[in-house]
């Protein structure tokens, strides 16, 4: 078999799988969306009629009028206006039946059959709320409903299913149009490209073939293309001068020794900036164990620049190198000064940890304290940003403690002194979780047991971070607590506690104190808001107050 049989015949299969894998991939993902939207829009609609009935009846009982059978009557009719009014489609209807089965209220015609009242009998006895698949009028149809007792009605907000999963049907067919003009493509552009990457290696073969036939060491093979097929042309051309290119090497080998002396030398000079010259010392002095790594606990810490972009889009080139170098120097500064380790700057985040490669008995207590200073080193940065005309920065640091492997990790090319492990991915998903919470600092509840006793912390939450099921307790920390501040705190602390137990209105009555004493206080909004939805949707029998988190 030829090489360009072969390419097609390996290539093609795999064009076409991972077509219909991305095609079927992109319409479950699109149908299943569109599907839920749908379903949540009518859902939505259901609970809109709900409520407006309820509130409608909640009058008539404020004013005593749930006696006057002429009130009810104006009531009934109202909400027949509003189910009126929210319809969208000339298909969708909204229906009304009592115990019995028997319609008393519609929004369009219909003729229920009496085959399909056995069905409609069987949701009004179970009070269904789901959502339903039913046949009305000899039309298959999508509904939801509920039951509202002061009227003896089932109330069921329906539309046809054709016209309910009219968008699904269309990628359907869509997805089945793009996945096989896809294809059709593919085998053209194949067979088109596995005809050009052939040519050159014709052109090598034939050229070899006269040279063995003339011995006619001048002939040069043309240099089609810059690539693989072209470097074998190339090399080939150059057989003839192999001796004088060989004496060319040489020399230039000789010049890069010399020049990669010089190198290694101010290589070391660089990274005497960011290691400790003892770390340095005894690699330079024992060379086989660069490779060695050992697990230990450590303090990680992770600090970065909240929407850099559109910072670095507002200054100048030379400003933005300007304004980062700053930011840096004072940054870096704090951490050497803790006793922290820079691990590397990742674009415009650091990481750093503390406890290696020399421990001290304090570097809990330091990474914490490094982190409080880096929040005031922030404001006095801003404050020079501010009086130059420039963006302030607004960062978010995130300090996990835990047993990670440190060491020097890479080849004898290339290598770094760094840590790796779950502890280091949670200190970063940490850093990610301040924006969310409103916070510069968030800690892990494994530092936290650490520092609590010399470090004012405030529990946030419970939180189950991208990638892991099992919840971490986060805590903010400050350098001291004013009076209000501390009371609020303790405040928080009971509302936490009414939030875990399920004792949700006291829950929101605490956290409401603390928005009164920390006005803007984004933490108490937050579990307010997810106190006042259990309250309507309570979680299941075995949640424990975690919150899974969908991103960082």
């Known amino acids: 078999m030829r090489i360009r049989a072969k390419i097609i015949s390996i290539v093609l299969p795999l064009i076409i799988v991972t077509l219909t894998l991305a095609g079927f991939s992109a319409y479950f993902a699109s149908t299943s969306g569109i599907s839920e939207i749908a379903r949540n829009f009518l859902g939505f609609k259901a609970e809109e009629i709900e409520k407006y009935t309820e509130n409608q ?86 509904g939801k409903g509920f039951w509202f007792e002061p009227f003896g009605w089932f109330l069921f907000l329906t539309e046809e299913r054709d016209t309910f999963y009219f968008s699904v049907n269309r990628i359907t067919t869509q997805t089945i149009i793009i996945i096989a003009a896809g294809v059709f493509i593919a085998v053209i552009m194949l067979a088109w490209l596995s005809q050009i990457l052939t040519k050159p290696l014709n052109n090598v073969v034939d050229t070899m073939k006269s040279i063995i036939a003339d011995n006619d060491l001048s002939r040069r093979v043309k240099v089609e293309f810059n690539d693989e097929t072209g470097d074998l042309a190339h090399t080939f051309n150059i057989m003839s001068e192999e001796l004088e290119g060989a004496y060319t090497k040489i020399k230039e080998f000789a010049m890069e020794a010399v020049i990669a002396r010089k190198k290694e030398r101010k290589i070391r000079n660089m990274f005497e900036k960011y290691v400790p010259q003892d770390l340095i010392d ?43 170098n700053r930011y840096f120097d004072i940054m870096v500064d704090i951490i050497m000064d ?35 200073e880096m929040v005031d080193g922030i404001h006095r940065f801003n404050k020079q940003q501010i009086e130059m005309g420039k963006p302030e920065f607004k960062t978010g640091i995130g300090v996990n403690y835990g047993e990670v492997t440190v060491g020097n990790i890479g080849t004898e090319k290339k290598m770094d002194y760094t840590v790796i492990g779950d502890a280091v991915n949670l200190a970063s998903r940490l850093e990610g979780l301040t924006k969310e919470y409103g916070q510069d600092l968030i800690i892990s509840e494994t530092l936290y047991d650490e520092v609590k006793e010399k470090i004012p912390c405030r529990f946030l939450d419970t939180v189950a971070v991208k990638g892991k099921t099992q919840g971490v307790k986060i805590y903010s920390a400050v350098k001291k607590l004013d009076d209000k501040e501390k009371k609020a705190w303790e405040i928080h602390s009971r509302g936490m506690d009414c939030y875990i137990n399920r004792r949700f209105k006291e829950g929101i009555a605490c956290f409401e104190e603390v928005r009164l004493l920390i006005p803007g206080d984004k933490v108490s909004a937050i579990i307010s808001e997810r106190c006042s939805d259990y309250i309507i949707n309570p979680p299941p029998e075995d949640w424990g107050g975690v919150k899974v988190m969908k991103t960082k």
């Open 282 to 324: 005894s690699l330079f002095a024992n060379p086989e164990s660069m490779l060695i790594g050992n697990n230990r606990h450590l303090s990680i810490l992770f600090s970065d620049i909240r929407s850099f972009t559109s910072i670095s889009e507002r200054l100048a080139p030379d400003d933005l190198v300007n304004s980062l």
């Open 338 to 372: 803790k006793n922290g380790i820079v691990d590397k700057y990742i674009g415009d985040a650091i990481m750093a940890f503390f406890g290696a490669p020399v421990a001290y008995e304090d570097d809990t207590l330091n990474s914490v304290y490094a982190a409080l």
């Open 57 to 142: 009846w909640k009058l008539l009982v404020d004013n005593n009028f749930t006696d006057r059978t002429d009130m009810v009557e104006a009531t009934k009719a109202g909400v027949e206006a509003f189910a009126y009014s929210i319809i969208r489609s000339n298909t969708e209807l909204i229906l009304a039946f009592n115990i019995d089965g028997i319609l008393e209220m519609q929004t369009g015609d219909i003729s229920i059959l009496p085959a399909e009242m056995k069905q409609i009998k069987g949701l009004i006895e179970k009070q269904s709320r789901e959502m339903q698949d039913i046949t009305l009028g000899g039309v298959e149809r999508v």
